[in-house]
Nanobody, 122 residues
């Protein structure tokens, strides 16, 4: 069983930066696929970024602005969000699954943290 606890959300002005954290327990994160998803107001949950083995995958909408990385010493995954836009406003969720070659869809992830609200003001 994997427990995930997300933190680091908040209110930021457009163009600003935030860092989200996702602390894992129950399993070593280096053995898992880890991802961030988000759900904006009235929208479906969508993929943001994933750490799959040594590779990193990003949604086109955040590529070049967001960075995902693991800190194995802390068993924590981070998402650095730069040049934030109002359309990045959403509840952000971290998720984990057993290593697999499946696409990064919400349904393919079995472990979820609680959401962390990110609000970007214009």
């Amino acid at each position: 069983q994997v427990q995930l606890v997300a933190s680091g959300g908040g209110l930021v002005q457009a163009g600003g930066s935030l860092r989200l954290s996702c602390a894992a327990s129950g399993r070593i994160i280096s053995t898992l696929d880890i991802a961030w998803f988000r759900q904006g107001p009235g929208k479906e949950r969508e993929f943001v970024a994933a750490a799959i083995g040594w590779s990193r995958d990003y949604a086109d909408s955040v590529k070049g602005r967001f960075i995902i990385w693991r800190d194995n010493a802390d068993n924590t995954v981070y998402l650095r969000m730069n040049s934030l836009k109002s359309e990045d406003t959403a509840v952000y969720y971290c998720a984990a699954r057993e290593a697999t070659l499946q696409p990064n869809t919400p349904g393919s992830y079995e472990y979820w943290g609680q959401g962390s609200q990110v609000t970007v003001s214009a």
